[in-house]
């Protein structure tokens, strides 16, 4: 019991203080609490985000550690929860518990992998994946050139779909490698086309030195984690950002379990060489 008196599942009340919509069916919503100070949140992390009255579901935070600004998060409408987090207004309450789980491991190191130099960073986004990658690459872009090069490739069903476009266009202004793709285009459409995975071998990373970030379904990690480890990057340096049914986000429920894992609070970021007996065998819920 917190010294409020609230237990560890009652959510904070927070205030939509501005909303975007990135598509149509994704929405950003910035949040500030009613009360308090903001949450400290690390780059890669989740709240459970709650529609009141409707329900709770567990959403990744999408704004910067440390911004300064309210709290941003990314949704898909893709159920009665998303759908009513979606339709929120200006001024709206919504309900937040977290943050949860780990992270990407970006602030405060010069790079992946502990003591080794500075190397590149290869982010790989499949649609809604780039939402909880959008704060470990503003931090990583943010550490300048001397702490590595960043490498943001982004892929997309159509054209529609891609998310962040201002942000894009940003981390490639400030040095950033940003390259996107898409799986279906017409005629209008004036950038490459095909799956993610295509753009790693043109992408120009120095594959032995570099780390990775990966998120998107499962079915393009599984194939964008084969061609990293292919082009010579360290298994033990890819991280991944996994998703089961996160319901209670702090490890009670058991609805997140995968092996040995409860991803609400062993990953959902972990490391290539925790998931790979498990991300590759157990079939996605």
Do not use: K
């Amino acid at each position: 019991m917190d010294a409020d008196g609230a237990g560890p599942l009652a959510p904070l009340l927070h205030r939509v203080v501005d909303r975007r919509r990135e598509t149509d069916d994704v929405t950003t919503l910035a949040l500030a609490p009613l009360s308090g100070t903001p949450l400290s949140v690390r780059a890669g992390q989740f709240t459970m985000l709650s529609a009141l009255g409707v329900g709770e579901a567990a959403i990744s935070v999408s704004s910067a550690p440390g911004h300064g600004g309210p709290l941003e998060q990314t949704v898909r409408a893709v159920g009665p929860v998303t759908e009513a987090l979606c339709r929120s207004r200006i001024g709206d309450l919504v309900g937040v518990r977290g943050p949860y789980g780990t992270d990407w491991g970006v602030e405060g190191e010069p790079a992946l992998g502990g003591g080794r130099r500075a190397g590149d960073t290869v982010v790989v986004a499949g649609g809604i994946g780039l939402a909880p990658l959008r704060g470990a690459v503003a931090a990583l872009v943010g550490r300048g050139p001397e702490a590595g090069r960043v490498f943001v490739l982004v892929g997309a069903r159509q054209p529609d779909q891609i998310i962040f476009g201002d942000d894009l266009a940003a981390w490639s202004e400030a040095g950033a490698h940003v390259a996107v793709t898409v799986d279906t285009a017409g005629p209008a459409w004036p950038g490459h086309v095909g799956v993610v995975t295509t753009l790693l071998g043109q992408a120009g990373f120095d594959a032995p030195d570099a780390g990775a970030l990966v998120c998107g379904p499962e079915v393009m990690m599984r194939f964008t984690v084969r061609a990293l480890v292919d082009l010579g990057v360290d298994p033990g340096r890819i991280r991944l950002s996994l998703e089961r049914n996160m319901q209670c986000g702090i490890g009670w429920c058991g609805h997140c379990q995968l092996g040995p894992l409860l991803l609400c609070r062993d990953g959902p970021v972990v490391s290539y060489s925790e998931a790979l007996g498990h991300l590759l065998t157990v079939r996605e819920r």
